[in-house]
């Protein structure tokens, strides 16, 4: 597989406010990005995610460090040709319509102007937006900002598209649509690479992740080798039957109610729990095997204990 | 094609601004006042209205091109659109020429405007159309241009009041600048002469582009004046845009 972006020794420093000293932002990232797959880039608040994104967008210039993108300098206009990107928190021309701002992009990206009678009406659509094609940007509400924001990133049919935050400030339906756009893409065959500080939205679509905390990325690769499988413990919770009885077998606690709450670490535990429960002729309200999170790996990396 | 479509979608966001028709009210009013003040003086009153009405044209010409030129990159930068922009594939430099050439495009709309009410005021007065007026208004667009390109320069490092305040005194210099010719004649020479000259080549000389007492007057033009306005008056315009070029080309869109 070839690869959609190579990032090599990436150094950036920012002036800071008061002192004139250069503040680093990044410290010497790499990383790459195979083609076809997502690639979730993660990390904290302030990281330096968006500030990566930047520089491979050429929207600001690394003191060090390579960039390749497609094959290509990340700086050449072909490059550029091929890529789609949403920023964090988009913001657009608010005097424009959804339609006019569409067109305008396309005429940037040279489409005719028959691509576009075909390519804006259907990425309306898909962005669930048709409805609002010819309002002002300035009525649109975060919500749509976001998915015509993703809309003007699919206008050239691009095979790498960087999304930073897409699924940012959005209700549980929004980031479900835009996840399942993103799906959508890699199934077409499109790179994905995107960032988030949020896991879970991102735990169940990427293929393979890097972690960046303080502008070094501290653990990289597919997520089925990041995280074990194996069940850390299992949850139940049951009503009926006292706390001491249960004692022996596991963590147990009373939570608010009165029911009880078990942690049990040993799989033969959770049958004697079970036995127990059903000999007491005790409630079983619920029964959870918790698996490692990408969360307990990133609180691992951000926090090391 | 590129640079079209930025130029366009300037020229859009222009004329959806409130503040263009501001000032195109204001210059409105600015020539019924050239219309007034020439029914209360003696003399001759189209001349008054003519000098008047010009000087107007020339001025609020001037300050659309700072107030809309100072804003034009940096509330890009402002409101963030310049990184969705600047992520399509184009050049920087074609992202400038686009909203320069947007600029221009909806200064020469304004112009037309301007001028053409000004026409109908004479007409109305006088009942005759004196054409060589059109040289007036195509060299009060050439210094806009000129003018454009500066404010658009200041834009690139700087905030829209102190680019305005630099553009203005850049256009109020400009005007008087002149006078440093007059003093260059009467010099000795020596390295004070050198020195002046040399700043006298550097600073624009914008009373070039003022014909307004030979139209006033109705005296005659020679070609080569013409001539020399229209090259200088490009010349350094293409100077200060490859200079605004520079300064923007490795800046940080942080
Ligand atoms: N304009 C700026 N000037 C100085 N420091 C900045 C600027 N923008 C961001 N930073 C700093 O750079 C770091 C990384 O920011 P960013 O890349 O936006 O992080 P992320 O996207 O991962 O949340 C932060 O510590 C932030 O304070
Ligand atoms: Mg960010």
Sequence with gaps: MATAIRINDLHKSFKSEFLRKQKPILKGISFEVEQGEIFGYLGPNGAGKTTT????????????GDIEILGQPHLAIPAKARLGYLPENPYFYDYLTAREFLQFYSQLHLLKKSEQDVKIPDLLKKAGLQEAAGLQLRK?????????????????????????????????????????????????????????????????????????????????????????????????????????????LGESLVIPGGDILIKVYQEQNVDKVLGLAHERKARILSLVPRTQSLEDLFVGTVRPE | MKIKAIALNTFKEAIRDRILYLLLFIAFISLIFSRLL????????????????????SFFGALMAILMGTGLVYKEIDKKTIYTLLSKPIHRYQFLLGKFFGLILTLFVMLFLMSAIFIFILLLHSGQIKWGMLLAF?????????????????????????????????????????????????????IGKVLIKGIYLFIPDLENFNFKTEIVHGLPIPPQVFLYATVYGIMYTLFVLTVATLVFRHRDFI
């Design chain 1, 53 to 64: 994104m930047k520089c491979l967008l050429g929207l600001i210039f690394p003191e060090k």
């Design chain 1, 140 to 248: 649109f509400s975060k919500g749509m900002l976001q998915r015509i924001g993703l809309a003007q990133a699919l206008l050239n049919d691009p095979d790498l598209v960087l999304l930073d935050e897409p699924l940012g400030g959005l209700d549980p339906l929004g980031r479900k649509e835009i996840r399942d756009i993103i799906v959508e893409l890699r199934d077409a065959g499109k790179t994905v690479f995107l960032s988030s500080h949020i896991l879970q939205d991102i735990e169940m679509i990427c293929d393979r992740v890097a972690i960046i905390v303080e502008g070094r990325i501290v653990n990289s690769g597919r997520l089925h080798d990041l995280i074990s499988q194996k069940i850390l413990f299992t949850e139940v919770t049951l009503s009926g039957i006292t706390e001491s009885e249960l004692h022996d």
């Design chain 2, 38 to 57: 020439a029914l209360i003086t003696v003399g001759d009153r189209i001349k008054i209205i003519t000098d008047v009405g010009l000087a107007s044209l």
């Design chain 2, 138 to 190: 195509a060299f009060i667009f050439l210094e806009m241009c000129l003018v454009t390109s500066v404010a658009m320069l200041f834009s690139c490092f700087s905030t829209p009041i102190l680019s305005s305040i630099f553009s203005l005194s850049f256009y109020l210099i400009g005007h008087v600048s002149w006078g440093l010719e007059t003093l260059i004649n009467k010099m000795p020479s020596g």
